[in-house]
């Protein structure tokens, strides 16, 4: 498995949709997912790939001067816990202190909502992240935004 930096906005928008339709589990919402799949098009953006084939994607998106946020990841799920997610987080951490961040942030949803999610929260915590702060209404009152984060420096 191998993972690279694509700049082309066509490529990153064809495996953005690629990766997360096949994902509804959590990109279930059609115009969310359509948000994420155009947003990410104008980010640094890098893809896994078996043998030719896109199998996962990051990009990350500029929060403030000093802080950089995992946008949107996406793994295929026959490629979970086949580390994927963990060398596309790898990648893009390295791009983010190279660009100068101080620190990585992700929003997720809080960890006791759902099955699946509390898979991510597990995921991004064995990365390294931390609790920051929860925002109970942020998305909507059935989903509490949870927000981790880490130092780059």
């Known amino acids: 498995m191998d993972t690279g930096i694509i700049e082309d906005k066509e490529k990153k ?19 969310s997912r359509e948000t994420y799949i155009r947003e990410s098009a104008e980010m640094p953006f890098v893809a896994a790939y078996e043998e030719d084939r896109p ?4 990009s990350l998106k500029e929060t403030g001067k000093d802080t950089c946020e995992l946008h949107v990841m996406g793994v295929l799920k026959e490629c979970h816990r086949k580390g994927v997610g963990r060398k ?12 100068g961040y ?23 915590l064995a990365l390294g992240f931390k609790e920051f702060e929860v925002f ?18």
Not at 55 to 58: A, N, S, Y
Not at 108 to 116: N, P
């Open 13 to 31: 928008k064809e495996i953005a949709r690629t990766i997360l339709e096949a994902l509804t589990d959590w990109f279930e919402i059609p115009e």
């Open 55 to 58: 199998v996962g994607f990051i």
């Open 88 to 99: 596309l987080f790898t990648h893009a951490k390295e791009i983010a202190a190279a660009s």
């Open 102 to 124: 101080s620190f990585l942030q992700v929003k997720t949803v809080q960890m006791g909502k759902y099955e699946d999610y509390d898979r991510t929260n597990r995921f991004y």
């Open 136 to 153: 109970p209404t942020l998305w909507d009152e059935n989903n509490p935004c949870q927000i981790y984060v880490m130092s780059l420096i």
